[in-house]
C-alpha cells in the first residue's frame, strides 16, 4: 500500500440542506446542496447538483463581481438571481484561529 504525506485526515458531522428553485427573471433551474462545517471559517460549501461545480461561499464572494458567473458558468442574470439566494443562506464568517 502506498504511503501519504497527509496534511491532515479528519471527520466532522456536517448538515446539508437540499434546495431547489427557479430564478424569476431567467427561469433557471437552481438544484443546490448546502453544506454547513465547522471548517472554512463558516462559509458555506455550495454544490449545484446540475453541474458538480462546487465552491466555498461567504459573504464577501457574494460582493466578489464575476465570482458566481466564472464559479457556476452562469449568465450575470442567472448570477444575481443566485446571489440573491444565498445572500440569505450564508452567515458570518468566523475566524476562529486567532
Known sequence: MAEFDLLYDSQEDTRTRFVC???????????????????FYGKKLITDLQ????????????????????????????AAELANFLSMVVGTINFTDL
Request: aromatic content about 8%; overall charge negative; cysteine-free.
Open 51 to 78: 453541474s458538480g461545480r462546487t465552491a466555498v461561499i461567504g459573504p464577501d464572494d457574494l460582493d466578489e463581481e464575476g465570482y458566481l458567473e466564472h464559479v457556476y458558468k452562469l449568465t450575470e442574470e442567472e
Open 21 to 39: 428553485f427557479v430564478g424569476d427573471l431567467s427561469m433557471h433551474r437552481f438544484d443546490l446542496a448546502i453544506t454547513s462545517t465547522n471548517r
